[in-house]
Protein backbone atom coordinates (compact mmCIF):
# COMPACT_ATOMS: atom_id res chain seq x y z
CA UNK A 1 0.00 0.00 0.00
CA UNK A 2 0.94 3.66 -0.98
CA UNK A 3 1.34 6.10 2.05
CA UNK A 4 2.38 9.49 1.69
CA UNK A 5 1.37 12.83 -0.31
CA UNK A 6 -1.56 11.97 -3.12
CA UNK A 7 1.19 13.18 -5.55
CA UNK A 8 2.85 9.74 -5.96
CA UNK A 9 -0.77 8.20 -6.35
CA UNK A 10 -1.65 10.99 -9.26
CA UNK A 11 1.58 10.48 -11.31
CA UNK A 12 0.93 6.84 -12.25
CA UNK A 13 -1.68 6.56 -14.91
CA UNK A 14 -2.64 3.03 -13.27
CA UNK A 15 -2.50 2.47 -9.64
CA UNK A 16 -3.50 -0.91 -7.86
CA UNK A 17 -3.32 -1.78 -3.93
CA UNK A 18 -2.70 -5.27 -2.62
CA UNK A 19 -4.52 -5.68 0.74
CA UNK A 20 -4.27 -8.72 2.98
CA UNK A 21 -7.12 -10.67 3.72
CA UNK A 22 -9.18 -9.07 6.74
CA UNK A 23 -10.70 -11.04 9.71
CA UNK A 24 -14.06 -11.01 8.68
CA UNK A 25 -13.25 -11.79 5.14
CA UNK A 26 -11.59 -14.84 6.57
CA UNK A 27 -14.49 -15.58 8.76
CA UNK A 28 -16.83 -15.31 5.57
CA UNK A 29 -14.88 -17.32 3.31
CA UNK A 30 -13.93 -19.94 5.95
CA UNK A 31 -10.54 -19.57 6.49
CA UNK A 32 -8.79 -20.14 9.26
CA UNK A 33 -7.16 -16.73 11.15
CA UNK A 34 -3.85 -18.15 10.70
CA UNK A 35 -3.86 -18.44 7.71
CA UNK A 36 -5.63 -15.87 6.52
CA UNK A 37 -1.87 -14.23 5.59
CA UNK A 38 -1.84 -16.18 2.86
CA UNK A 39 -4.19 -14.21 1.03
CA UNK A 40 -4.57 -10.83 -0.83
CA UNK A 41 -6.91 -8.94 -2.82
CA UNK A 42 -6.24 -6.76 -5.70
CA UNK A 43 -8.08 -3.60 -6.16
CA UNK A 44 -7.68 -0.22 -8.66
CA UNK A 45 -6.68 2.03 -6.59
CA UNK A 46 -7.79 4.68 -9.42
CA UNK A 47 -11.43 5.29 -9.53
CA UNK A 48 -11.46 7.52 -11.85
CA UNK A 49 -10.14 5.51 -14.57
CA UNK A 50 -12.95 2.59 -14.13
CA UNK A 51 -15.64 2.18 -12.06
CA UNK A 52 -15.28 -0.15 -8.97
CA UNK A 53 -14.52 -3.93 -9.75
CA UNK A 54 -17.48 -5.92 -9.08
CA UNK A 55 -15.49 -8.33 -7.09
CA UNK A 56 -12.05 -7.84 -5.96
CA UNK A 57 -9.15 -10.17 -7.58
CA UNK A 58 -7.62 -12.56 -5.09
CA UNK A 59 -4.58 -14.42 -4.86
CA UNK A 60 -2.91 -16.52 -2.57
CA UNK A 61 0.73 -17.38 -1.78
CA UNK A 62 2.19 -20.52 -2.52
CA UNK A 63 5.15 -22.17 -1.85
CA UNK A 64 7.00 -23.65 -5.21
CA UNK A 65 10.51 -25.71 -4.79
CA UNK A 66 12.94 -24.84 -7.16
CA UNK A 67 14.73 -28.32 -7.89
CA UNK A 68 17.76 -27.57 -5.81
CA UNK A 69 17.87 -30.17 -3.42
CA UNK A 70 20.80 -32.45 -2.86
CA UNK A 71 21.97 -34.92 -0.43
CA UNK A 72 23.75 -32.93 2.20
CA UNK A 73 20.31 -30.35 1.36
CA UNK A 74 17.21 -32.70 0.92
CA UNK A 75 14.68 -29.96 1.48
CA UNK A 76 16.13 -27.70 -1.05
CA UNK A 77 14.85 -24.44 -1.60
CA UNK A 78 11.54 -22.38 -2.22
CA UNK A 79 10.35 -19.34 -3.37
CA UNK A 80 7.49 -17.93 -3.37
CA UNK A 81 4.85 -16.57 -5.59
CA UNK A 82 0.70 -16.04 -5.95
CA UNK A 83 -2.23 -18.09 -7.76
CA UNK A 84 -4.95 -16.74 -8.59
CA UNK A 85 -7.54 -17.66 -5.82
CA UNK A 86 -11.28 -17.74 -5.95
CA UNK A 87 -13.23 -17.16 -2.86
CA UNK A 88 -15.92 -19.98 -2.32
CA UNK A 89 -19.63 -19.20 -3.71
CA UNK A 90 -21.74 -19.00 -1.62
CA UNK A 91 -24.86 -20.02 -4.59
CA UNK A 92 -22.78 -23.12 -5.54
CA UNK A 93 -25.32 -25.39 -4.16
CA UNK A 94 -27.61 -27.53 -6.14
CA UNK A 95 -31.49 -26.25 -6.71
CA UNK A 96 -32.58 -29.39 -4.53
CA UNK A 97 -30.72 -28.60 -1.73
CA UNK A 98 -32.24 -24.69 -2.20
CA UNK A 99 -35.22 -26.01 -2.28
CA UNK A 100 -35.26 -28.35 1.00
CA UNK A 101 -33.56 -25.70 2.89
CA UNK A 102 -36.62 -23.30 2.23
CA UNK A 103 -39.06 -26.18 2.70
CA UNK A 104 -37.57 -26.52 6.59
CA UNK A 105 -37.41 -22.55 7.00
CA UNK A 106 -41.08 -22.78 5.96
CA UNK A 107 -41.98 -25.67 8.33
CA UNK A 108 -40.65 -23.59 11.23
CA UNK A 109 -39.08 -25.21 14.40
CA UNK A 110 -41.01 -28.64 15.94
CA UNK A 111 -42.26 -26.68 19.08
CA UNK A 112 -44.34 -24.11 16.12
CA UNK A 113 -41.79 -20.94 16.17
CA UNK A 114 -40.88 -19.54 13.10
CA UNK A 115 -37.36 -19.25 11.56
CA UNK A 116 -36.02 -15.42 12.08
CA UNK A 117 -33.48 -13.58 10.54
CA UNK A 118 -33.21 -11.05 13.10
CA UNK A 119 -29.06 -10.73 14.23
CA UNK A 120 -30.52 -12.16 18.11
CA UNK A 121 -32.56 -14.76 17.30
CA UNK A 122 -30.85 -17.19 18.69
CA UNK A 123 -32.46 -20.47 18.26
CA UNK A 124 -35.23 -19.44 15.55
CA UNK A 125 -31.89 -17.99 13.84
CA UNK A 126 -32.51 -19.03 9.96
CA UNK A 127 -28.95 -19.37 8.98
CA UNK A 128 -28.29 -22.80 10.48
CA UNK A 129 -30.47 -24.29 8.70
CA UNK A 130 -28.54 -23.68 5.72
CA UNK A 131 -25.56 -25.03 7.20
CA UNK A 132 -27.45 -27.75 8.31
CA UNK A 133 -27.79 -28.63 4.57
CA UNK A 134 -24.39 -26.99 3.45
CA UNK A 135 -22.25 -27.70 6.15
CA UNK A 136 -19.11 -26.35 4.53
CA UNK A 137 -20.72 -22.86 4.39
CA UNK A 138 -19.50 -20.36 7.04
CA UNK A 139 -22.19 -18.72 8.90
CA UNK A 140 -21.22 -15.02 6.74
CA UNK A 141 -21.72 -17.35 3.63
CA UNK A 142 -25.26 -18.74 4.93
CA UNK A 143 -26.37 -15.25 6.14
CA UNK A 144 -25.63 -14.09 2.07
CA UNK A 145 -28.14 -16.73 1.11
CA UNK A 146 -31.21 -15.57 3.52
CA UNK A 147 -30.45 -11.65 2.87
CA UNK A 148 -30.58 -12.80 -1.05
CA UNK A 149 -34.10 -14.38 -0.32
CA UNK A 150 -35.28 -11.84 1.92
CA UNK A 151 -34.41 -9.07 -0.83
CA UNK A 152 -35.94 -10.69 -3.93
CA UNK A 153 -38.47 -12.02 -1.60
CA UNK A 154 -38.61 -15.64 -1.78
CA UNK A 155 -38.54 -15.73 2.02
CA UNK A 156 -40.53 -12.56 3.70
CA UNK A 157 -41.05 -11.99 7.24
CA UNK A 158 -45.10 -11.97 8.80
CA UNK A 159 -45.96 -11.54 11.93
CA UNK A 160 -47.40 -14.69 13.98
CA UNK A 161 -48.35 -15.63 17.66
CA UNK A 162 -45.40 -17.34 19.29
CA UNK A 163 -46.78 -20.43 20.93
CA UNK A 164 -43.64 -20.39 23.20
CA UNK A 165 -43.64 -16.73 24.06
CA UNK A 166 -47.48 -16.31 23.65
CA UNK A 167 -47.14 -13.14 22.14
CA UNK A 168 -46.65 -11.86 18.39
CA UNK A 169 -43.26 -12.53 16.76
CA UNK A 170 -41.91 -12.16 13.18
CA UNK A 171 -41.37 -15.11 11.57
CA UNK A 172 -39.77 -16.43 7.31
CA UNK A 173 -42.36 -17.51 5.34
CA UNK A 174 -41.61 -18.68 2.22
CA UNK A 175 -43.35 -17.41 -1.51
CA UNK A 176 -43.48 -21.00 -3.10
CA UNK A 177 -44.16 -19.37 -6.48
CA UNK A 178 -41.00 -17.65 -5.98
CA UNK A 179 -38.83 -21.00 -5.26
CA UNK A 180 -35.68 -22.19 -7.41
CA UNK A 181 -36.09 -23.93 -10.37
Given at each position: ???????????????????????????????????????????????????????????????????????????????????????????????????????????????????????????????PV?QK?????????????????????????????????????????????????
Open positions: MGRGASGIKDAGRLVYTLTPMSEEEARQFSIEQADRRFYVRLDSAKVNILPPARAAAWFKLVSIPIGNSTADYPAGDHVQTVEPWTPPDAWAVPVVTLNAILTDIEAGLPNGQRYSNAPNAGPRAAWIHVPTHSEAMCRQIIHAWLGNRVLYAEPYEDPVHRKSQQGLRLDPAKRPS
